[in-house]
């Protein structure tokens, strides 16, 4: 943050003006966004830098909500007008209007070649986060993009609107919380458990204002994906920002994506200060992680799947920027294949690249197989439940597992409805039994 | 701007988080829009269960809330950064919420849009105040008046956020201090 702001150091509680490297935003908050910045800054006014603003429709698309679909055809027109690089649209062209054809149905793909599916994921998948950078996006899982080593947090429309016109924002330096990692996760166990356990542990409220950074051994050896899940959640902890620090594995995952989409490649990664102090600091042996639960009605609600078995549920979600990514329908699919799910379970691929690598990988069909209802539409769809006819979305009091990141009342749907996260795993095999379900049953 | 702020308190309890002020199926009513604005206001804190909180927030059919003062517990707005949520307590005509704790983006969000004072106090005031109740908020003293008992109760200050908010929201506020051109 020193860097951005133009200073050698800062220290927490300084209100700094940063100079930010990406801004992001998508169809619920983009318009708002727009407005603002119009409102503002005047009718014709130009944004700061037409290369650094990044446009994703993914929230409310597969809807035949007319005000969704106009949402979309707003940001097509800004972006046309303004001559923005990176934007990723439903439909290729640039002058159409999106319309959703109801009668197709919300599992038949609907979407041309520039669609990219849901915001934080699409991002690392065409290149636009790169150790080092502030990335603001109008989204709080916008600290999902915090696992390639650099500041990125979530900001409303206003403050959208003002980084659209100026290319800088006040922020304050947060404190910092450290969750230093250990030993290697026992088989049935994911990256999911592990920000779930934290949760669990500091409450979801614990880190407010804060910064979560995650080091040590058991950090380092994570793969891309399991540090985006952990990253992701950090706001459900109440925090400002999650933070890895970037190594080989970052660099070698930034390299090919900077290069095959033909975004910036070169970053300069910043490094944790060795003599950094923190707000918090305690180490968490991953060996003893067992898969866990959040429960209903927040994500601090810890418990373990196996004391849980008395819960039977409804139905089962698999999909979303933390839950949808390749890696995690691959674990998915290792407990289903070959067996039936007993209740009814969607599955909502974060991005084309998802549905492309499972297709390839034939775990397509042996989910389809299972009876998992899969979406060809990628996007955020039931996660944050959405307008009616949104495909998985819960329009009835129910019980769901799903491998989504937040369970608010209501968060899915239905206000009375009851959504439990866990990993693709304990999804997976509570889909199996139809109660919540400890998937090392299902592993051995 | 007046910095005492005075009406009907409306109570609710800890974690009230962005989809019970706002639920998810009206986020897409654009804020900048003047008609969506004020409809968004109509369904401010509309999620609450309604068997917890029998009192609506904003009477069905209208479009201003009775209640221009809410009162929380703590990790008041958690969740997502959807600006639809101060702005929707906004539109329906609430000035201040006094809570245990605020979730970051929501109280950042209270402050770049200048809709409402978030205001912070370190006593449980959701066990102490109930619905209806006549209150009195001065953000000079840094105090609460319950006017029924008298009951005095300090608030924390508001600091940098004060003026950004006094000034209407970030972009008054930038203007004011030459961030940028008026
Ligand atoms: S998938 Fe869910 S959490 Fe992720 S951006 Fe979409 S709505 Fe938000």
Redesign the pocket.
Known sequence: MARAAGKTAVKPGDNVWVNVDVLMT?DVCGPGTIGVFKREFGQDAKVWDKNKIVIIP??YIFTADSKSNRNVDILRDFVREQGLKYFYDVIDDPNGHWVFDAAKGPMKRQYGDSFAG????ALAAKGHTRPGEILLGT???TCMAGAFGEFATGIGNTDAGFVLGTGKLLLKVPETMRFRLEGKMQKGVMAKDIILHVIGDIGFDGATYRAMQFDGPGASSLNMDDRMTIA?MAIEAGGKNGIFEPDQTTFDYVNERTKFNGTKTAYDPIFCDKDQRFFYDKTFDLTKLEPTVACHPNPGVRKLAKELGNIALDRAYI????G?KSSDFFAFAQIVKGKKVKIDTFGVP?TPEVIADLRAANVWQVLVDAGVQMSENP???A??GGPADTFGRMNKPMKCISA???NFPGRMGHLESQVFLASPYTVAASALTGKITDPREYLS | MSTVLRGRAYVVRDNIDTDQIIPAQYLALVPTIPDEYEKLGSYALCGLPKDQYPTRYVADGTAKTAFPIVIAGRNFGCG?SREHAPIALGATGCTAVVAEGFARIFFRNCVATGELYPVECDQRLCDVFQTGDEVELDLDAGTLQQVKTGKVFATKPLGDARPVIDAGGIFEYARATGMIKK
């Open positions: 998508h993914d929230h849901v915001c934080h994921t989204d709080s899982h992701n999909g979303s920027c933390t949808g974060a996007g955020c769809a996660c944050l989504t990141n937040r | 997502s």
